[in-house]
C-alpha cells in the first residue's frame, strides 16, 4: 500500500513560483509512474503532469506546459511539481497520484489512479 502526502501549498501572487512536493512511503517511485492532478472550486478534478517510473518522461496539460515542470528523486523517494509564471486559473487543490508501473491505461484519467494523496492548497491571488 503507497501513502502520499503533498505538501508546499500556499498563497501566492501572479507571477511567482511554487513547488509541491509529494512524498511516498509503503512503495517507491522507481517501480511507479506518479502524476498531479488538480482540482478547483466548483470543477472537475483534472490532469496536470505526469512522470513514468522508468525513464522519467514526462507528460503536461496544454493549459501547464511550459510553466510547470514534474520530477522524481527517486533517493528520496519524492515527486516535485515545480510551478512558475502562477495564474489565478491555476488556484486549486493539487493532488498526487501514483499508480504500478504495469497499468497502461491514459495518464489524464482519473480512475487509472490506484494511490492518492490528501492534496494541498495552492491559491493564486491576481
Known amino acids: 500500500q503507497v501513502h502520499l502526502v503533498e505538501s508546499g501549498g500556499g498563497l501566492v501572487q501572479a507571477g511567482d513560483s511554487l513547488r509541491l512536493s509529494c512524498a511516498a512511503s509503503g512503495g517507491t517511485f522507481i517501480t511507479y509512474t506518479s502524476a498531479w492532478f488538480r482540482q478547483a472550486p466548483g470543477k472537475e478534478r483534472e490532469f496536470v503532469a505526469a512522470i513514468t517510473y522508468n525513464n522519467g518522461v514526462t507528460t503536461y496539460a496544454d493549459s501547464v506546459r511550459g510553466r510547470f515542470t514534474v520530477s522524481t528523486d527517486i533517493a528520496k523517494n519524492t515527486v516535485y511539481l515545480q510551478m512558475t509564471s502562477l495564474k489565478a486559473d491555476d488556484t486549486a487543490v493539487y493532488y498526487c497520484?501514483?499508480?504500478?508501473?504495469?497499468?497502461?491505461?491514459?495518464?489524464?484519467?482519473?480512475?487509472?489512479?490506484?494511490?492518492w494523496g490528501q492534496g494541498t492548497q495552492v491559491t493564486v491571488s491576481a
Open positions: 497520484a501514483a499508480r504500478s508501473r504495469w497499468t497502461t491505461g491514459p495518464l489524464n484519467i482519473i480512475a487509472e489512479w490506484r494511490y
